[in-house]
């Protein structure tokens, strides 16, 4: 539906921008983004974002040292992160050459 369109692009927005806010030393806009980007994939089945916002937040939280509540330590969103990648690709067709992908994406 054209609501989960937007949210999948709001979350992928919002963890970029806590990306370049942590970059750019405001560390607290960056968990502002962060958290917000994280609610929209926990609270809906935004597939195409899931995994890209948890490897994100997974590499924030690292740098930050944030000690957050599981499922929120990066080695926990990294695993999340690379099972919501492998569902994606799980979904496609099996002559779909994004398939390919999988194998070589770390």
Do not use: M, Y
């Amino acid at each position: 539906s054209e609501n989960l369109r937007e949210q999948t692009w709001k979350a992928i927005a919002l963890a970029f921008c806590a990306q370049a806010a942590l970059e750019t030393g405001q560390e607290r806009l960056a968990r502002q983004h962060l958290d917000a980007a994280l609610q929209l994939v926990r609270g809906s089945n935004l597939p195409l974002a899931k995994w890209r916002v948890e490897a994100i937040a997974a590499t924030i939280v690292e740098k930050l040292h944030i000690d957050l509540a599981a499922p929120n330590d990066a080695a926990q969103l990294r695993a999340s992160s690379k099972k919501s990648r492998g569902k994606l690709f799980s979904s496609l067709g099996i002559q779909d050459p994004l398939r390919q992908l999988a194998r070589v994406t770390p």
